[in-house]
């Protein structure tokens, strides 16, 4: 599996929720992404509907590549909602979003839900990744609502013995 870094994005802009992950090939270009969404936020005159925004990048094993996980809420923004984000790698096609949740219940199922997909489970073959994570409205993630599994490279052949 090629090496890939995702930019996990979520912003709230005149009440409305845009989310996504974006799958890059190298971490420069998840850090360029990174960078041009985050300067949305902090009162940026620019963007003065924007009430939040939280950024963070993952590898291929899930591992969140500090310095780059960052939420801003503007002063007065209450929402309390969870986000489910999760990567399905599917035969040659990812899978992804981030799904808004308003309860952290609703969160937790879903993410059980999208997990299901991996482990060997004879349902979808083709699957070789999943990775899922629980955020809140301030970036934090909800231990231990944060897993990876991959599917485990083949084992060698034996060499052949010698005659």
Same mark, same amino acid.
């Given at each position: 599996m090629d090496e890939k870094?995702?930019?996990? /994005?979520?912003? !709230? #802009?005149? %009440?409305?929720?845009?989310?996504?992950? #974006?799958?890059? =090939?190298?971490k420069d270009a998840a850090i360029l992404s990174f960078r041009g969404r985050m300067k &949305?936020? +902090?009162?940026?005159p620019q963007y003065p509907n924007l009430t939040f925004i939280h950024? &963070?990048?993952t =590898?291929?094993? %899930?591992?969140v590549i500090a310095p780059y996980d960052r939420a801003w809420k503007k002063e007065? @923004?209450? $929402?309390?909602? +969870?986000f489910m984000h999760y990567i399905r790698l599917d035969g040659d096609t990812y899978s992804k979003d981030i799904d808004v949740c308003q309860t952290f219940d609703a969160s937790r199922y879903t993410y059980e839900a999208a997990m299901e997909y991996g482990y060997n489970n004879p349902k979808f073959p083709n699957v070789a990744l999943v990775s899922c994570v629980i955020t809140d409205m301030g970036g934090a993630i &909800? !231990?231990?609502y944060d897993e990876t599994w /991959?599917?485990? $490279?083949? #084992?060698?052949?034996p060499p #052949?013995? @010698?005659k």
């Open positions: 870094f995702f930019l996990h /994005r979520i912003q !709230k #802009e005149n %009440g409305t929720f845009t989310k996504g992950i #974006e799958v890059h =090939d190298t &949305m936020g +902090y009162n940026n950024c &963070m990048i =590898d291929i094993n %899930g591992n007065g @923004e209450t $929402d309390q909602s +969870y &909800m !231990k231990p /991959r599917l485990p $490279d083949p #084992e060698p052949e #052949e013995p @010698e």
